[in-house]
Each structure stands twice: as structure tokens, then as C-alpha cells.
């Protein structure tokens, strides 16, 4: 148990709704990760924040959008949902980003399988 | 070209076998971990490391920093140890240090 927690574990919706993902990092730990592992696109980087800020993008279509609360969890909204969105997305955590040349090993939360209908 | 490159895709082996699982980057990196990904989905973080090597019970890791290449070694292999084995490099992007996966390894490891 890496000490990472998401919620749900599974989730069943269906073309153009709206999701809401969460994640509590590890007791601590202020970055929060957000990846999508789809079946053809293997794990992505979407988003990172860090104590409330967004501090880093990747791949995060317009319609997905996360933040960060005081409390240091974080909830991925994906909206209009398409059969693609379908993937399993995980929060990973780490005590602070990296800075510069430096990293700080991250730590994996068991994802949210989300199946679009 | 994908900066990370696993090799082999797939690997079925019998128990007890030596299994070598291959990674190649061709970005500057800052740290290196090797993941294993059970059926169920979930993650686990086997290694980090940023030279040299590291052991755990029965699984070696090493990297060669000047060669752009990581191993992950399992000794003794066990039908447990069936997973996919994922490659992820830290890599600075933009200012930020991210993670750049691999396309990952399937080991099946027959009883």
C-alpha cells in the first residue's frame, strides 16, 4: 500500500457526461500527479500541482481539468466524455516536485477504471 | 522513435528462469524507476535509481547512465511474478521534472 488513495475504483458512465475523479496523496506529500493509461496510448502525464498551484502539464485535453484543495487533495473532472476517455487513471504523489536536474520519487495510487458507454 | 523503449514487449518464461527485461531512453534523465502493473490495474514502484544498481529478494536493477540503458533482472522467476513491467524515466520538460513512460513488458511465467 503505497499510502496514495483514489476514489472510485471503478466507474461506468456514458457519452457526454461529466466525471469527477479523487485522490489523497500520501500523508505528507504536497505534488499531486495526475496519468491516464489508456490501452493503445500506454501511461501519460496529464497534470501535476503542488501545494494547491498547478505547477506542470502534459497531455490533458480541454475538456479534463484538476485542482488541488487546502487540504492537499485532488479531484480530475473529465467532461463530454468520449468512448476513447476510456482508461484507467491514476494519482501518484510525491513529498515536492523536483526542482531542477533533482527528482523525488513518486508514489502510485490503484486507479479509477473509467469505461465510457 | 518513443524516448523510452522496452524490450521485450512480451516474455513468457518457465518458472524458475532468469528473466531480462530491456530499457532504452534517449533523454537526459534524473532518476529512472521500474513499475510493476498487476491484472488488477494497481502500481507499485519496484525501483528508482540513478546509478548503478539495486537488489531487492529477487529482483536486480541496474542502469548505465552513459549508455542511456536500465535492466531488470528477476531471479529464480515465480508464476507471481506475471505482470506487466513498466519503464518511466524523470526527465526535465519544460522546467518540470516528469515522467516518461515506456510501453511496458508482459512476463507470463508458467508454473
Known amino acids: 500500500d503505497s499510502g496514495v488513495t483514489q476514489t472510485p475504483k471503478h466507474l461506468i458512465t456514458a457519452t457526454g457526461q461529466r466525471v469527477t475523479l479523487r485522490c489523497s496523496p500520501r500523508s505528507g506529500d504536497l505534488s499531486v500527479y495526475w496519468y491516464q493509461q489508456s490501452l493503445d496510448q500506454g501511461l501519460q502525464f496529464l497534470i501535476q500541482?503542488?501545494?494547491?498551484?498547478?505547477?506542470a502539464k502534459g497531455n490533458i485535453l480541454e475538456r479534463f481539468s484538476a485542482q488541488q484543495f487546502p487540504d492537499l487533495h485532488s479531484e480530475l473532472n473529465l467532461s463530454s466524455l468520449e468512448l476513447g476517455d476510456s482508461a484507467l487513471y491514476f494519482c501518484?504523489?510525491?513529498?515536492?516536485?523536483?526542482?531542477?536536474?533533482?527528482?523525488?520519487?513518486?508514489?502510485f495510487g490503484p486507479g479509477t477504471r473509467l469505461t465510457v458507454l | 522513435k518513443n524516448e523510452v523503449e522496452q524490450s521485450p514487449q512480451n516474455l513468457t518464461a518457465q518458472e524458475g528462469e532468469f528473466i531480462t527485461i530491456n530499457c532504452s531512453y534517449s533523454v537526459g534523465i534524473s532518476a529512472l524507476h521500474w513499475l510493476q502493473q498487476h491484472p488488477g490495474g494497481g502500481i507499485v514502484s519496484l525501483f528508482m535509481l540513478s546509478s548503478g544498481k539495486k537488489k531487492h529478494g529477487r529482483l536486480i536493477a541496474t542502469i548505465n547512465i552513459q549508455e542511456k540503458h536500465s535492466s531488470l533482472h528477476i531471479t529464480a522467476s515465480h508464476p507471481r511474478d506475471s505482470a506487466v513491467y513498466i519503464c518511466a524515466v524523470a526527465t526535465l520538460i519544460q522546467g518540470a521534472q516528469k515522467l516518461v513512460f515506456g510501453q511496458g513488458t508482459r512476463l507470463t511465467i508458467n508454473p
Open positions: 501518484a504523489s510525491s513529498v515536492v516536485p523536483g526542482e531542477g536536474f533533482s527528482y523525488n520519487e513518486q508514489f
Open positions: 500541482y503542488y501545494n494547491g498551484e498547478e505547477r
